[in-house]
């Protein structure tokens, strides 16, 4: 069984940041790439950031900039610092880790609201 615990959700305004956490723990069989993903009031699904066990980051075009995704290995726990936040960036947050078996697991989500 694996846990994903996620933290630092909450209600900023236009401009400022904030940062997310997610911790994996459990049976997990190696962590490979780890990212974020969010759900706007849309619906809309969109992949916001990935890295890699080495370290390779990738962002979607509309976070460039702004965002920040860094992993601490030894704590299997991924962050996603958020700066510059705009009314869009509004959504839920979720932690996606995949392991060696390239099996994904999604934390329960934190709400990020950002208000103009």
């Known amino acids: 069984q694996v846990q994903l615990v996620e933290s630092g959700g909450g209600l900023v305004q236009a401009g400022g940041s904030l940062r997310l956490s997610c911790a994996a723990s459990g049976s997990i069989f190696r962590i490979n790439t780890m990212g974020w993903i969010r759900q706007t009031p849309g619906n809309q699904r969109e992949l916001v950031a990935t890295?890699?066990?080495?370290?390779?980051?990738n962002y979607a075009d509309s976070v460039k900039g702004r965002f920040t995704i860094s992993r601490d290995n030894a704590k299997n726990t991924v962050y996603l610092q958020m700066n510059s936040l705009k009314p869009e960036d509004t959504a839920v947050y979720y932690c996606d880790v995949e392991d060696a078996l390239l099996r994904h697991y999604w934390g329960q989500g934190t709400q990020v609201t950002v208000s103009s």
């Open positions: 890295i890699t066990t080495g370290g390779s980051t």
